[in-house]
């Protein structure tokens, strides 16, 4: 009796780990593998579709989209070059969060802040770090993302809609991905890493300009914005200033928080709701607790993330005050440059 409930027991813990496993691999956040080569097209010469037992050559190994002789293809290249380029961008945002937020938090005003500011800025604003630590792993992480999502948006194409230019356009039939989204043209889910991403990714831009790009193309260079350049556009500009920074804030700690556990392995078994039941109830009910608390627990730990960031920058720089002087002028010149302000 014993025996049987360990059995039973065991069978369903397996049930409810194999409840985990994302049952789309085209949407699953690890999937970095090319997928296999595709069958011979039907129009093809029965000579043609002939299997030939000669061993492939080393130059056999690549795919149409891969890299000759290496035995990967471009999404493994493209997952890796999204990868490691957000661990060096992750160093940047370590040491901007602890400027722009801990040492004012800390300091509690911002013209004491200040030094520390532009003591950073001499390890990653040279001629040499700046590319290598902030333009060129943005670059890199953003680009790799949507040449991914094209990327398997063709081989969904292909694998599963066929490869004629009609089939493309007009699909048989339509594919449900895991979160119930239906997929009509082959893209993968549209996911909350990626979302969250792609929004990021636009007020960053915008922040990049107004810190780095608007200085440099008006002043030659940006040694007087700092900290009081952003206290001075949350008097200036309050509504556009705090919707800003709200959403940098928000979609930044969400995006990196959420790609940290997809990149260790956690946010693959995080949802509200189990997407297949066994019809174990006491399997079902298990895998369901558990995707749940890895939901949220990875909520939480952006929340905190975005908390501990806005403590310093919204609750101390942004009540910062006025800049007055030849100082402040110089700051609304560079604010009237922007359209809108």
């Known amino acids: 009796m014993d025996d049987q409930s360990l059995r039973s027991k065991a069978s369903q813990a397996t049930l409810a780990s194999l409840l985990e496993l994302d049952p789309t691999p085209m949407d699953s956040p690890n999937t970095d593998k090319d997928l296999p080569p595709l069958p011979a097209h039907a129009d093809s010469s029965p000579s043609d579709s002939t299997p030939s037992l000669t061993p492939p050559s080393s130059t056999s190994t690549s795919t149409g989209l891969g890299l000759s002789g290496s ?171 705090w919707l800003a920074y709200g959403v940098l804030l928000g979609g930044g700690c969400g995006h990196m928080v959420w790609g940290w556990a997809k990149w260790v392995g956690l946010a693959q078994g995080a949802g509200w709701s189990l997407e297949r039941h066994t019809g174990n109830a006491v399997a079902d009910r298990a895998a369901s607790k558990k995707r749940r608390r890895r939901l949220m627990a990875i909520n939480a730990a952006a929340a905190a993330a975005a908390v501990v960031w806005a403590a310093g920058g919204l609750g101390v720089v942004a009540r910062g005050g006025e ?13 009237e440059k922007v359209p809108g302000f």
Do not use: C
Request: hydrophobic share 45%; proline share 5%.
């Open 71 to 241: 035995g990967h293809g471009a999404i493994y290249y493209l997952t890796r070059i999204q990868r490691y380029s957000s661990y060096t961008f992750t160093l940047f945002s370590a040491l901007h969060l602890a400027t722009t937020s801990l040492i004012p938090l800390a300091a509690q005003s911002v013209p004491a802040s200040e030094s520390y500011l532009l003591l950073a800025r001499e390890i990653y604003q040279t001629p040499f770090s700046e590319p290598l630590l902030v333009a060129l792993p943005v670059l890199a992480h953003v680009g790799a993302g949507v040449a991914l999502r094209l990327l398997r948006r063709a081989h969904n194409l292909r694998r599963y809609y066929g490869s004629s230019s009609s089939e493309k356009h007009h699909p048989p039939t339509a594919a449900h991905g895991t979160t119930g989204v239906v997929v009509y043209s082959g893209w993968p889910v549209f996911s909350y890493v990626a979302a969250s991403g792609y929004v990021f990714a636009g007020v960053l831009a915008a922040h990049v300009f107004m810190n780095r790009g608007l200085p440099l193309a008006v002043e030659g260079d940006s040694a007087n914005v700092g900290l009081a350049f952003v206290a001075h556009g949350f008097v200036r500009h309050k509504v556009v200033s």
């Open 323 to 335: 800049t007055l002087g030849w100082l402040g002028k110089l700051y609304d010149g560079l604010y």
